[in-house]
């Protein structure tokens, strides 16, 4: 029997990998992606024993962008949040660069900066989105932050100053709380790519009389283009499904409150399909100037 070549083996390791995976979006992500398609196309009516579908065609689809006059601008509100992906790229690269050499503090240093991994993964994130996401769709409010400077605006407002600069600084505040808790995951990502950043190159450049600055701008960031181009597809796609959003709140209180699954579903297909072409719009773009290792 002929042995399998080193490259071989490569390749069947990383699938050994990939595969529990593939088996978990397969099971848990294919069935009821599919299953959306079709409600999308439904009209659903409870009853009794269940559900009692009718097929209506084009119907819910017609209805989002000739009568609904919520739908569109919901969209443009969830599409406009994307403006903060480069402010999060930005923020979590200049922190895993501040905490990936050795300094007294280190450890307590990354170890705030993967909290909100940590707590994002368990019971208590879920019980913060559950809170806020209710008390937005009770609200009816646009946005809603996991973290309000409400102390603060209060403040403001007794000291007698106008109420437009009160919002104005308390959002900032807000966004600020809401951008490092964001950010987690990929501080994680740029920390791990620039362990990866080969010694040599360093040594190369500073025997060519480059400085800190210039190596950052001419070895780092150029070695990171594979984690930013992975960065920005995860933040955007974070960014998209996050609890404050205003299409996924939308989408709830039409599916728990009005009680029209189809419409939902219908809902659910076109922001779907939305999110499809923004990301490949992302890597058509930042793929261009992706740098990998040979």
Not at 145 to 173: C, P
Request: hydrophobic letters at 50%; glycine letters at 8%.
């Amino acid at each position: 029997m002929k042995r399998m070549g080193y490259e071989t083996k490569k390749k069947w390791y990383g699938f050994s990998f990939v595969l529990p995976w593939l088996i978990g979006c397969s099971l848990f992500f294919v069935s009821p992606l599919i299953q959306t398609f079709r409600y999308a196309f439904q009209s659903l009516q409870a009853s009794p024993t269940g559900f009692t579908a009718t097929h209506v065609g084009w119907a819910n689809f017609e209805n989002l962008f000739f009568k609904d006059a919520d739908f569109l601008p919901a969209l443009v509100t969830s599409l406009g949040e994307l403006v903060q992906v480069p402010l999060i790229l930005v923020y979590s690269l200049f922190f895993a660069v501040l905490i990936k050499d050795k300094f007294p503090g280190r450890t307590f240093m990354r170890a705030v900066a993967f909290m909100p991994v940590i707590i994002g993964s368990g019971v208590l994130m879920q019980i913060l989105k559950e809170d806020v996401f209710s008390s937005g769709v009770r609200g009816g409010s646009a946005n809603t932050y996991l973290f309000n400077a409400g102390s603060i605006a209060e403040v403001m407002a007794a000291m007698g100053l106008g109420q437009g600069i009160t919002n104005f600084v308390n959002d900032i505040i807000n966004r600020v709380f809401d951008l490092t808790w964001r950010s987690g995951v990929q501080i994680m990502l740029f920390l791990a790519g620039l362990h990866s950043v080969p010694d040599y190159l360093y040594e190369a450049s500073s025997l060519e009389g480059a400085g800190s600055f210039a190596q950052f701008w001419k070895v780092t960031l150029p070695m990171l283009t594979p984690m930013i181009l992975l960065n920005t597809i995860y933040s955007v796609v974070d960014m998209m499904n996050d609890y404050s959003n205003a299409i996924i709140q939308r989408m709830y209180s039409t599916m728990f409150e009005l009680v029209k699954f189809g419409y939902a579903s219908a809902m659910s297909v076109v922001y779907f399909l939305v999110i499809m072409v923004v990301l490949g719009l992302v890597a058509l773009m930042i793929s261009r100037f992706v740098i990998y290792q040979e």
